[in-house]
T-cell receptor, first 114, second 111 residues
Framework: GAGVSQSPSNKVTEKGKDVELRCDPI?????LYWYRQSLGQGLEFLIYFQGNSAPDKSGLPSDRFSAERTGGSVSTLTIQRTQQEDSAVYLCASSLVAGADTQYFGPGTRLTVL | GQQVMQIPQYQHVQEGEDFTTYCNSS?????IQWYKQRPGGHPVFLIQLVKSGEVKKQKRLTFQFGEAKKNSSLHITATQTTDVGTYFCAGPAGTASKLTFGTGTRLQVTL
């Protein structure tokens, strides 16, 4: 079975442009997380989707960041008007049922804002 | 909100030496999970502990969950260069809560 996939693997953009990052979770997993990881740093929680519940957006750093999850599967993280400080690896993870379950991470998208 | 801290932030050991990282949560956890992230890679699940005082071993790795279910430790015996990476603990305040990851401990092993 396929694991969590993310696309693109690398994204280079210019300051001020919008970007969309995609996450395909493991089939059947109802919980999905987005994290941001700057070089040499820990995992910064961004947003959490659990089934049909309203997402936990408490980690989004600004209103330039948004995410959606369509049909309970694929998720897209959108960053509007990108800034250089947005440069980081964006990781997606999914878990089977509850938020407390084991998380399976995708390979990440490395975003570079010039 | 829930906070999970790990110490040390970084440790450099010679191959063959032992290593321990400690994880402390501000709230009681329903379980504790440990993940390893190799340089350039993504976090990979290692193990989960659920019971108070539980100890589990995986070859040279020993994981322990504290009696109060607020702290945990990972001990590596006789480190090898393959142990290099960042080790994260993670735990939910409740089974319906999201996982909160610790700050991580980066381990460097040299010959």
């Amino acid at each position: 079975g396929a694991g969590v996939s993310q696309s693109p693997s690398n994204k280079v953009t210019e300051k001020g442009k919008d970007v969309e990052l995609r996450c395909d979770p493991i089939s059947g997993h109802t919980a999905l997380y987005w994290y941001r990881q700057s070089l040499g740093q820990g995992l910064e929680f961004l947003i959490y989707f659990q089934g049909n519940s309203a997402p936990d957006k408490s980690g989004l750093p600004s209103d330039r960041f948004s995410a959606e999850r369509t049909g309970g599967s694929v998720s897209t993280l959108t960053i509007q008007r990108t800034q250089q400080e947005d440069s980081a690896v964006y990781l997606c993870a999914s878990s089977l049922v509850a938020g407390a379950d084991t998380q399976y991470f995708g390979p990440g998208t490395r975003l570079t804002v010039l | 909100g829930q906070q999970v801290m790990q110490i040390p932030q970084y440790q450099h050991v010679q191959e063959g030496e032992d290593f321990t990282t400690y994880c402390n949560s501000s709230t009681t956890l329903s379980n504790i999970q440990w993940y390893k992230q190799r340089p350039g890679g993504h976090p990979v699940f290692l193990i989960q502990l659920v019971k108070s005082g539980e100890v589990k071993k995986q070859k040279r790795l020993t994981f322990q969950f504290g009696e109060a279910k607020k702290n945990s430790s990972l001990h590596i015996t006789a480190t090898q260069t393959t142990d290099v990476g960042t080790y994260f603990c993670a735990g939910p305040a409740g089974t319906a809560s999201k996982l909160t990851f610790g700050t991580g401990t980066r381990l460097q092993v040299t010959l």
